[in-house]
């Protein structure tokens, strides 16, 4: 069974910096896809960045410029650098990793790091 865990997450005041990290529980070479989402209270879960294992990389649009997603192979972490953080990122941040296997799409998340960007 896959686990990813999030780490790095708390209070920042704006126009703070933030590094998330999500740690896989074994290679994330076997990963079509991992990313992050992120869900603000009373709103839906949204992508905020993801990352293709051939390496193309998606942002949100309220992310580009601003955060930079990076995964590495040999520590099996993706990570997720935010910069001019301001409280509408305030939200719980989940990491997610997608692995297909004989056209069979599996789906994993993390438990979820709270990020809150307030003075």
């Known amino acids: 069974q896959v686990q990813l865990v999030e780490s790095g997450g708390g209070l920042v005041q704006p126009g703070g910096s933030l590094r998330l990290s999500c740690a896989a529980s074994?290679?994330?070479?076997?990963?079509?896809?991992m990313g992050w989402y992120r869900q603000a209270p009373g709103k839906e879960r949204e992508l905020v960045a993801e990352?293709?294992?051939?390496?193309?990389?998606k942002y949100a649009p309220s992310a580009k410029d601003r955060f930079t997603i990076s995964r590495d192979s040999a520590e099996n972490t993706v990570a997720l650098q935010m910069s001019s953080l301001t409280p509408e990122d305030t939200a719980v941040y989940y990491c997610?990793?997608?692995?297909?296997?004989?056209?069979?799409?599996?789906?994993?998340w993390g438990q979820g790091t709270q990020v809150t960007v307030s003075s």
């Open positions: 990352i293709r294992d051939y390496g193309e990389i």
């Open positions: 074994g290679s994330i070479e076997r990963f079509k896809s």
């Open positions: 997610n990793a997608v692995e297909i296997y004989y056209y069979i799409k599996q789906t994993y």
